[in-house]
Nanobody, 127 residues
Framework: QLQLVESGGGLVQPGGSLRLSCAAS????????IGWFRQAPGKEREGVSC????????YYADSVKGRFTISRDNAKNTVYLQMNSLKPEDTAVYYC????????????????????WGQGTQVTVSS
């Protein structure tokens, strides 16, 4: 059974940091494109960052560029999203996603071209 499980969300003050983790089971993340998405109340889902294939390109939304970093640890079959300099507008439910297809990272993020999704983890940035 293919499964993605996010963790690491929580409440953090503006300017703080969080690292989200997404553990995969039932398939090898190393050969997949991976992505992080978020959805705030009343807003559409947004592609935050995506990696295309095992060594493909990386995409970051303009709103997080320079603050967020996507990475993967193939040995742990886990994907990470390091979030620094957090802002109140980063508050959302964050989802990880994976798909065996390889395409341009920006395309995959903007079009949300992923077949497997996690259940989401809440990130709240507030003082």
């Amino acid at each position: 059974q293919l499964q993605l499980v996010e963790s690491g969300g929580g409440l953090v003050q503006p300017g703080g940091s969080l690292r989200l983790s997404c553990a995969a089971s039932g398939f090898n993340l190393g050969y997949n494109s991976i992505g992080w998405f978020r959805q705030a109340p009343g807003k559409e889902r947004e592609g935050v960052s995506c990696l295309s294939g095992p060594d493909g390109g990386t995409y970051y939304a303009d709103s997080v560029k320079g603050r967020f970093t996507i990475s993967r640890d193939n040995a742990k079959n886990t994907v990470y999203l390091q979030m620094n300099s957090l802002k109140p507008e980063d508050t959302a439910v964050y989802y990880c996603a994976a798909d065996p297809a390889w395409s341009r990272a920006q395309t995959m993020c903007v079009m949300a071209l992923f077949g497997s999704w996690g259940q989401g983890t809440q990130v709240t940035v507030s003082s």
